[in-house]
């Protein structure tokens, strides 16, 4: 049984901390993306082994939490429960450096609009492929037909009205008024303004020229617009009356912020935006192929660190301004190098749990999602990433040497490689030579040059299939009995999940492991262990009732949270005299208490159990 969405969020928000450690939190397609007051109160070996966690990785002042598949549905159960009153940045007990504040602001208004420009550029590079296909083999230019222009429109629109829709996300994170800001973009591609500032005569505003420059799929203008925005907002709202606020505060602000983006902030962007591409084509032009290289090598790297989408504006500003861009067709020389591994270590990985993950996330990294081929298998493994690293250098490379170039901004995956094909027969044959090279070189290297596997038995996360079963051993010798014999109401209800305990036989008992397993929990009375079996059962040991107030007295721990503990390997020491003598109940309890997840557990059937013996069968 799946965790609901709602179950999920509820423990990854306890896991870093609650609510109240929060300061923020945003997500992209992969990972939840914390700003937390406090990273000691998040518990990341516990959030790892969750069965919908990838991995966790703390990067650039965000604790992220990667998840195997829909993020988004898990971001909107998490949202409601988090606290209305968040904690200032002043408040937090690290202060974000500036490059990092500026990386994550940057983040933050792209991710939204991302789906939409890659959906945008899937649908420029289909029509792309269908002109060329209709001219080359039917010798027919569908460019005027009525269709086509339509839907060439719906690929465009985006990126012409690209203010527009920068402006609304960058007042989500600038805590402005997000229609003021869309208004603002939408002013900078009002046709009467594109007229003016693309006609011959010169353009004033209160006697003032402007410099002219077009504004439709400008990135730089309208982010600098808002980032300003929100402080002349809040000027006026400290200083006009409550009762106007409503009518006031917005009409001003538009009075302030269209003639100074016109006049000051407009021209600064655009002069931003063409250093920028000033400085990437410069580098592009001492070397596309060291050029190709780098970004085909370390993409994946940055993506690591969540550092990529630093740099994805220049994308997006590339094909807003001229129609094309390399960035992200280096980038995908990074994916299908990703592929290849982890395809790797699907065909030389012997342990079957590893083989189920890798073949998963070759698929989801040919359509252009890697990260659970570098959290699931080459980041884990670390040779098949440095494979990777290599190969997907080398396809850049090549792509650089072609001038491979895509017409439109996509994702980089199998169903985004028509995006490619208007750059010429070489460029479009580099690309395609250079997402091989990645992808099979990768591959290759993984199988021939191999890397430590991970044995069957070591897999702590393994999930069982479907109508699978496994025996698990008694981690104690002694008599069987039942839950609901037992003098605890909570443990006899059954409520925290199947299980049996057992009156040990001996005074010296040891508590063993019943199959290979993580050690999640060891209070610190020792008296309870949690563990998390290869199977994926959850375990609970609990060692008499009420035992917490021995304050370990009678009890040794032989292992520590975190460790990860063989089959018949011993836990725990009990001197069960001290147990008696303190007039508490010494059963050794045995709970599943992830009895959900599970079709089926049969509990010992004899009365008499020894530590060879089968103690539970679960099935899925």
């Not at 997500?27 to 969750?50: M, P, S, V, W």
């Not at 990667?66 to 009153?85: A, C, G």
């Not at 690929?155 to 805590?175: M, N, W």
């Not at 992200?328 to 342990?351: E, H, Y």
């Amino acid at each position: 049984m799946e965790h609901t969405y709602q179950e999920q969020a509820q423990t990854i928000l306890k896991l870093v901390g609650g609510s109240s450690n929060i300061k923020e939190v945003t997500h992209c397609f992969t990972r939840l993306r914390f700003y937390l007051d406090d990273e000691q109160q998040a518990k990341k070996t516990e959030l790892e082994a969750l069965p919908y966690v990838l991995s966790v990785v703390k990067s650039n002042g965000q604790y992220q939490v990667v998840l195997k598949k829909d993020v988004d549905k898990v971001f909107q159960e998490l949202e409601p429960m988090l606290s209305t009153q968040k904690n200032t940045p002043e408040s937090s007990k690290e202060k974000e450096k500036i490059g990092t504040k500026i990386l994550n602001t940057v983040a933050a208004i792209f991710t939204p609009v991302i789906p939409a420009i890659a959906a945008s550029g899937m649908l420029k590079g289909i029509l792309a492929v269908v002109v060329m296909i209709m001219k080359s083999f039917y010798n027919t230019d569908i460019t005027t037909n009525t269709t086509y222009v339509i839907l060439l429109a719906a690929s465009d629109a985006l990126f012409y009205f690209l203010p527009i829709f920068l402006g609304y996300a960058a007042a989500k994170v600038f805590k402005t008024n997000e229609f003021i800001a869309m208004i603002i973009g939408a002013t900078l591609c009002y046709p009467a303004i594109v007229t003016l500032m693309t006609g011959e005569g010169a353009v004033t505003l209160f006697g003032l020229n402007l410099t002219k420059a077009s504004y439709t799929s400008s990135v730089i203008p309208i982010l600098i617009a808002v980032f300003c925005l929100a402080y002349v907002q809040r000027f006026f709202d400290r200083v006009i009356p409550q009762v106007l606020k409503i009518i006031l505060v917005p009409t001003f602000s538009l009075l302030v912020m269209v003639p100074a983006t016109l006049i000051v902030f407009g021209p600064i962007g655009i002069y931003i935006g063409e250093a920028i591409n000033w400085a990437y084509y410069q580098l592009m032009g001492i070397s596309p192929i060291l050029l190709g290289g780098f970004i085909g090598g370390i993409w994946c790297v940055l993506v690591i660190f969540g550092a990529h989408r630093a740099i994805i504006p220049i994308g997006i500003n590339d094909v807003a301004q001229t129609g094309r861009q390399n960035l992200l067709a280096f980038a995908g020389a990074a994916n299908f190098s990703q592929a290849g591994a982890a395809f790797g270590v699907f065909l030389r990985s012997k342990n079957k749990g590893l083989k189920t993950v890798a073949a998963s996330a070759t698929v989801t990294a040919l359509f252009g999602i890697t990260e659970p081929a570098i959290y699931g298998t080459n980041l884990r493994l670390k040779t098949p990433m440095i494979y990777a690293v290599i190969s997907g250098a080398l396809g850049g490379a090549l792509m650089g040497w072609g001038g491979s170039y895509g017409t439109a901004f996509a994702n980089q995956g199998l169903l985004t490689i028509p995006v490619y094909a208007g750059a010429g027969t070489k460029a479009f044959v580099c690309y395609l030579l250079g997402i091989a090279i990645a992808f099979f070189g990768s591959c290759l290297l993984t199988v021939i040059l191999g890397f430590e596997d991970i044995p069957e038995e070591d897999m702590a996360d393994r999930i069982l299939a479907s109508d699978e079963a496994v025996d698990l051993l008694t981690p104690t010798s002694g008599t069987v009995v039942a839950l609901s014999t037992l003098p605890d109401e909570v443990f006899a209800s059954g409520a925290m999940g199947k299980g049996f305990g057992i009156k040990a036989n001996h005074d010296k008992t040891t508590i063993y492991a019943p199959e290979n397993a993580e050690v999640m929990t060891l209070a610190p009375t020792r008296h309870a262990i949690g563990l998390k079996l290869a199977s994926g059962v959850e375990l609970l040991i609990h060692v008499g009732i009420d035992t917490l107030e021995l304050n370990g007295q009678g009890f040794e721990a032989l292992v520590k949270q975190g460790d990860l503990v063989k089959r018949g390997e011993a836990l725990l020491h009990v001197d069960m005299p001290v147990i008696r003598e303190a007039g508490y109940d010494e059963t050794v309890i045995v709970i599943v208490t992830n009895t959900q997840d599970f079709s089926m557990i049969e509990l010992p059937e004899q009365t008499q159990v020894n530590t060879t013996d089968i103690a539970l069968t679960v099935r899925k």
